[in-house]
Nanobody
Framework: QVQLVESGGGLVQTGGSLRLSCVAS????????FAWYRQQPGSQRSFVAG???????SVDDSMKGRATISRDNARKTVYLQIDSLNAEDTAVYYC???????????????WGQGTQVVVSS
């Protein structure tokens, strides 16, 4: 069973920074790609940043310069750092994985439960 557990959310002040973590289990981590999405109040879930198995990164244009995604294969963890937070960053942040389960051959997508971030002035 694949599990993605996000953490690091909470209440943050405007202008501050935070780092979200996503710990993965049950998936072949080093060969998987990961992404962070967010769902702002009243909106659909949207892409924030992604990182491939080879380290190639992509960031949504709206977040460039403020969001950094990284991975630690030894810790089976993916991170999302967001700087210069503002009220529009208030959202539930989700981790998504695309890869193979440890006991299967098929590539599939998996989602975590999300972590809430509230940016307050």
């Amino acid at each position: 069973q694949v599990q993605l557990v996000e953490s690091g959310g909470g209440l943050v002040q405007t202008g501050g920074s935070l780092r979200l973590s996503c710990v993965a289990s049950g998936i072949l981590f080093s060969g998987s790609g990961f992404a962070w999405y967010r769902q702002q109040p009243g909106s659909q879930r949207s892409f924030v940043a992604g990182i491939n198995y080879d380290g190639y990164r992509s960031v949504d244009d709206s977040m460039k310069g403020r969001a950094t995604i990284s991975r630690d294969n030894a810790r089976k963890t993916v991170y999302l750092q967001i700087d210069s937070l503002n009220a529009e960053d208030t959202a539930v942040y989700y981790c998504k994985a695309r890869g193979r389960r440890s006991d299967a051959d098929a590539v599939d997508e998996y989602w975590g439960q999300g972590t809430q971030v509230v940016v307050s002035s």
